[in-house]
């Protein structure tokens, strides 16, 4: 499974990203997918997950109403569209993707075998 993730870069607060995460190898849908992310010092976080074969969404409470998770099967990709960024946004993102994830551990970074490299994203002025 390779997952390639794009889509970073620098923007002002307020504005919009909207990042993807192409697979190759393999059907997406069949996969639970996250966007993670993370900074210098710190653990990475769960932003943003969505279950395998169209199934539910799960958020991090930082970014609901904010950002959105979705799937274009006909792309063989997930997005993640960012709104309203903030400058705590600022991280590098990272795509991952699991076959076996469920529900309740969509957030869990250890229920991910495979992951894309990162995207930097910045927000600022």
């Known amino acids: 499974v390779q997952l390639q993730a794009s889509g970073g870069g620098l923007v002002q607060p307020g504005g919009s990203l909207r990042l993807s995460c192409a697979a190759s190898?393999?059907?997406?849908?069949?996969?639970?997918v996250g966007w993670f992310r993370q900074v210098p010092g710190k653990e990475r976080e769960a932003v943003a997950c969505?279950?395998?074969?169209?199934?539910?969404?799960d958020y991090a409470d930082s970014v609901k109403g904010r950002f959105s998770i979705f799937r274009d099967n006909a792309k063989n990709t997930v997005y993640l569209q960012m709104n309203s960024l903030k400058p705590e946004d600022t991280a590098v993102y990272y795509c991952?993707?699991?076959?076996?994830?469920?529900?309740?551990?969509?957030?869990?970074?250890?229920?991910?075998?495979?992951w894309g490299q990162g995207t930097q994203v910045t927000v600022s002025s």
């Open positions: 969505i279950s395998k074969s169209g199934g539910p969404t």
């Open positions: 190898g393999v059907t997406l849908d069949a996969y639970g």
């Open positions: 991952a993707a699991s076959r076996t994830v469920i529900l309740s551990n969509l957030r869990n970074v250890a229920a991910y075998a495979y």
